[in-house]
DNA sequence: TTCCCCAACGGAAAGGCTTCCAACCGTTTC
DNA sequence: GAAACGGTTGGAAGCCTTTCCGTTGGGGAA
């Protein structure tokens, strides 16, 4: 049987309470005694166990970290900047994957009940407001990266701004035939990246006809929906090949609502025989690894500090449970690289 | 408070110990019996608390698994085949990113002696004698990925094998002067590797001369070296650079130790001018996904199986903590895409 | 009818910690 | 000198479960 306290506690001749202060630097016990039981300690080799610590002091030391499976890119700086943070704190990291949606909830509803883990971070998940106000009556904070709900924290990025400042840069290099792909138009940055787009373009007279515009949903094939809300690079292939056939204005550039899609969309043009940026100038949203390696010009979201500011706000609402709910929004900055010229 | 077992008891008018047998389906309970009892937790919304099921049971339904940090490229589909196998037994992922080689060690201790685990999985890490020996004969079962140890169970590709074919591919596309590019000398799978190159080599009747091998190590730039063993784009860019400046054989096919070396290779010849596979043909390792996207020929390594056989495992030794030592070796397989062409 | 056996059940003990309360003792205060 | 006080300490209680052991009661065998 392993040591345990009371096994220090006999070998130090003092009293378990003792051994617990001395663990947990309590202020209430002589430097000499603790000296004694740390000294008990290193002689039995004895370490607290966490299961039982975690029981008696209702805390787990666990964050719980629920994350769609489908796609790495994103999400590896993210828990680089989670991981970083939480070791600050001692905290450890349970990690829920989700592999389809339906399982989502069973996730959250683990987190709240089996007292697993003292808090929990959910990225790019939609909420439901059941799920929020289960949430807000428990005593388990969340949340939620990459996606908004008005009662529950939130971290994301602006993506209407994003997507505004992504389509005016296209069109100061003077491109006015600007075409949009988008994921899902039911997820919510979709949308909100449609609406930047959209907006840079009336308010530089340009308008958005409906064929300059392709979502994941108009494909008529219900696969290519199933990953990612529609943010998958068979996406971005079909649409690309879509505009390609079908285009009447002279499309010169495309405004991909995440670099998958764009990265899907390289490829369509490419394999139609057409050069970027030559034909055609083409910028995604994210930065995710892979569009550096494809020089593909894009809107940075900034996910290693997404990943930190996530924890060091769910480690401010462990201390203060009653914390009024805080929405972060951060700005996407953009980064240059050769899929965009000059038309 | 939250509703626990006594709640249960007394709404279903049994004995606590009754509810434990009704929740874990044992068969001492009759099944009128179990029925009250399930039916008095529904109505109470009731769910075991995982932390005090973990304490008394001395299991905690918790694998740690201790990978390193710098580059996702690799594991993203090895955690989607242990998330997947994790789920089938209802097990939990704590996660312990490495940055620096010097926390490794905690993590190991910790492990075992915070008893937070039942179970841990140690990825691209060499595992010393000492933490071999401790793990032995600890009860918290060990398997480590990508690395070996004869006294641990591990699961690795066989690097020799791999690297043997890769380089038997490049000589029967016709290549004659065939370089490697590997990380650091003291890693494992760089050793295996250049075994295999080195074999093929021979076996062909080419000879490995010095000026045909660059290592990590051999670039006098300790800061390369700190990355992942060496296996980072900067070690194969700058290897790479210096094999164009310094070639007097006329190189004209490259086998790099990793797809991540191969990938900064590439970059180097481009750079200088130069095309692929035209003036050169490069072959990686690992088939990270990077690797189709930049249609890099690569021996692949089947990841998502490894991941999902080392969970496999490691439930077997919950299961048996007797059982033997066992050490997996898995062939990697060629990945023919567009950087290797006849000479 | 009596006895035995076994399935089903109740609840104490155990698991290892934190925390709270009571006790103790050396000081300080009146 | 007695009383009040405060810093230390010991250890019981509590956290919530599983498990083990003793008990119960009904059915079958003698």
Do not use: W
């Amino acid at each position: 049987m392993a040591v345990t306290i009371y096994d220090v506690a006999r070998v130090a001749k003092v009293g378990i309470g003792t051994v617990s202060r001395a663990i947990n630097n309590s202020p209430q016990i002589r430097p000499e005694t603790k000296k004694i039981v740390l000294h008990a300690i290193k002689e039995l080799g004895y370490t607290p166990h966490a299961i039982a610590q975690g029981l008696a002091r209702k805390k787990t030391g666990i964050l719980a970290a629920i994350m769609p499976f489908y796609t790495g890119h994103f999400y590896h700086e993210l828990l680089r900047g989670i991981m970083k943070t939480l070791s600050k704190y001692e905290y450890d990291l349970i990690l829920y994957y989700v592999d389809r949606l339906e399982v989502k909830n069973n996730f959250l509803n683990r987190t709240l009940q089996e007292r697993r883990c003292d808090g929990v971070l959910t990225f790019s998940m939609e909420i439901s407001d059941e799920y929020a106000e289960k949430f807000s009556k428990s005593k388990v904070p969340l949340l939620i990266v990459d996606r908004a709900h008005d009662k529950i924290d939130c971290i994301q990025v602006k993506n209407e701004e994003g997507a505004f400042a992504a389509t005016k840069h296209l069109i100061e290099l003077g491109h006015k035939n600007i075409a949009m792909i988008s994921g899902h138009k039911e997820s919510a940055p979709s949308r909100e990246r449609y609406r930047g787009y959209e907006r840079a373009m009336q308010e530089s007279g340009l308008t958005v006809t409906p064929d300059l515009f392709i979502s994941a949903d108009a494909l008529d094939n219900p696969d290519l929906l199933q990953q990612n809300d529609g943010f998958n690079e068979h996406v971005g292939e079909s649409a690309m090949k879509r505009l390609l056939q079908m285009d009447r204005k002279g499309i010169t550039a495309i405004f991909a609502g995440s670099d998958i899609l764009a990265i899907g969309a390289m490829k369509a043009i490419r394999e139609a025989g057409l050069s970027i940026p030559k034909d055609y100038s083409i910028i995604g949203f994210d930065d995710i690894e892979l569009a550096s390696y494809l020089s593909l010009t894009t809107m940075q979201q900034p996910m290693y500090e997404i990943g930190c500011m996530a924890v060091e706000r769910i480690m401010e609402k462990f201390e203060d449970k009653e914390s009024p709910v805080r929405q972060v929004q951060l700005s996407p900055t953009l980064v240059e690289r050769q899929t965009t010229a000059p038309l």
